[in-house]
């Protein structure tokens, strides 16, 4: 029995208590994600913006997930991992109550922020609680318990988002986090043995911070309905201080002995390609959330339950996926699975430019199953290339840089994408569908393209005999 289960055995902690809270705080992070893609329209209605225009909601939160996330493990070391977790669901759930009672884009998008902090602490620090409580002969099992809501997430959110919205209000998206917030708080501090503090070095501030600016003011560059950078010289005077803090930060994390992430990483192949990989295929796909609520009910009339109904077998298709991923790679490698499959989802996001209100709404449903299925693939394939050749002195820090690039990527690929659909909107105002259609072929064509870094990987990546 390993030390990790002796302590739970002293506080007379069943392991089943620990993985449900962890759980309970991961599903109502994941479902807060994904059900509030299919309320944009309304939410906007009800607070006089166009909906092509409040992609902010989406980019604040994420944008304060990526900035925070290097912060946790440092935080949840030198405070414990346990209260920062307790810290982590009540802000997220305050954040919560602050949205729900938001009155216009301005109050949403500053809440969202508030919320963005509780939720860059609570998976990474949960994922660490997991690590720390559970000899390593569970933890496959507990990781695949507690990583559950990423998968029914996106089942589930699209079609509670529609009936909410339609049926109810959009306040109640982020109201019904209340009671599993609160609920969750006072067991994790009940039931949830105690952590021992780690020793921690000094924080790498200066890196941090700089790192942090950087994203944050590239983020607010290419978000064309960004609050603070309305013109253009703005966004120009923000994209050259994001060189310049990047350029620091490459050189400052060189020279310092302790840097937030070990420059040695960069010399890994497998890790720098996958990494950049990553970066441009998601640009070019990543605002595909965003982009089809906006289509369905913004551009083809549908009601937000219908919407909601057939983004469903998107997250069906996904779980599929899954389950091909492992032949696929066993079959082919990942250098021609990521390659092959990079081009196929760029022809994917194309053909949604063939979409009218004349189209079947069973063609409709095969295009989205499958673009779950083969989305599947390439967010587990480019995932575990990028961390497999890792050697383990490195695995943290890998895993670290593999999520802020993650989140990074996300935020860049909304931003981008919903910016060329307001551009589209306004060279073709009385022909929005148009614009919907031409910003998919640009977005695919882009993604398509991106193919071409996958190219690098080595052949016999991931340990391979090929």
């Known amino acids: 029995m390993t030390d990790r289960a002796d302590e739970i055995e002293e506080n007379k902690m069943p392991p089943k208590i620990v993985s449900w809270l962890i759980s309970c705080a991961f599903f109502m992070q994941m479902i807060d994600g994904t059900i509030l893609n299919t309320a944009l329209p309304e939410i906007a209605k009800d607070i006089n913006e166009n909906p092509l225009e409040i992609q902010s909601i989406i980019i604040a939160y994420m944008l304060t997930v990526a900035s925070l996330l290097p912060l946790s493990g440092w935080m949840a070391d030198k405070v414990?991992?346990?209260?920062?977790?307790?810290?982590?669901?009540?802000?997220?759930?305050?954040?919560?109550?602050?949205c729900a009672l938001s009155y216009d884009l301005t109050t949403l998008v500053v809440s969202r922020v508030f919320q963005?902090?509780?939720?860059?602490?609570?998976?990474?620090?949960?994922r660490l609680i997991v690590l720390k409580l559970y000899p390593k002969d569970?933890?496959?099992?507990?990781?695949?318990?507690?990583?559950l809501p990423a998968l029914f997430g996106p089942i589930l959110g699209p079609p509670l988002g529609g009936f909410i919205v339609e049926y109810l209000s959009w306040h109640w998206i982020f109201l019904i986090n209340l009671p599993i917030g609160i609920i969750a708080m006072f067991l994790i501090k009940a039931k949830m043995p105690e952590i021992k503090k780690e020793p921690t070095n000094n924080f790498d501030w200066a890196g941090f911070i700089s790192l942090s600016l950087a994203i944050v003011l590239i983020c607010i560059a290419t978000n064309r309905s960004s609050l603070i950078a309305s013109s253009y010289i703005h966004k120009i005077v923000m994209i050259v201080s994001a060189a310049i803090l990047m350029t620091f930060?490459?050189?400052?994390?060189?020279?310092?002995?302790?840097?937030?992430?070990?420059?040695?990483?960069?010399?890994?192949?497998?890790?720098?390609?996958?990494?950049?990989?990553?970066?441009f295929t998601r640009l070019g796909f990543a605002a595909m959330p965003l982009l089809l609520p906006l289509l369905f009910q913004v551009g083809l009339g549908m009601s937000p339950s219908k919407s909601g109904s057939l983004l469903l077998t998107i997250g069906f298709a996904s779980i599929l996926g899954k389950f091909a991923v492992e032949k696929l790679i066993k079959l082919m490698g990942y250098r021609n699975v990521l390659t092959l499959n990079?081009?196929?989802?760029?022809?994917?996001?194309?053909?949604?430019?063939f979409i009218t209100k004349e189209t079947s709404e069973i063609s409709i449903i095969l295009l989205l199953i499958l673009m779950g299925t083969i989305n599947s693939i390439q967010f587990t394939t480019m995932n575990t290339i990028t961390l497999i050749d890792l050697p383990k002195r490195r695995a943290s820090d890998g895993n670290s840089v593999l999520s802020v690039i993650m989140q990074v990527s996300m935020v860049l690929g909304i931003s981008v994408g919903s910016s060329m659909l307001n551009m589209f909107e306004g060279i073709y105002p009385e022909n929005l569908l148009k614009a919907f259609h031409i910003t998919f072929i640009v977005l695919g064509i882009f993604t398509i393209l991106s193919s071409i870094t996958f190219v690098f990987i080595p052949k016999k990546a991931g340990g391979l005999k090929r």
């Open 138 to 147: 569970q933890l496959v099992k507990v990781l695949s318990f507690v990583l």
């Open 342 to 353: 990079t081009v196929f989802v760029g022809s994917i996001v194309c053909c949604f430019a």
């Open 80 to 98: 414990g991992a346990k209260k920062i977790f307790i810290y982590a669901v009540g802000v997220f759930t305050l954040g919560s109550l602050f």
């Open 116 to 126: 963005g902090i509780g939720g860059a602490l609570m998976v990474p620090v949960g």
């Open 249 to 279: 930060f490459w050189f400052y994390i060189n020279k310092s002995k302790k840097p937030l992430f070990n420059p040695e990483l960069i010399k890994i192949r497998t890790f720098t390609t996958a990494i950049l990989g990553n970066l």
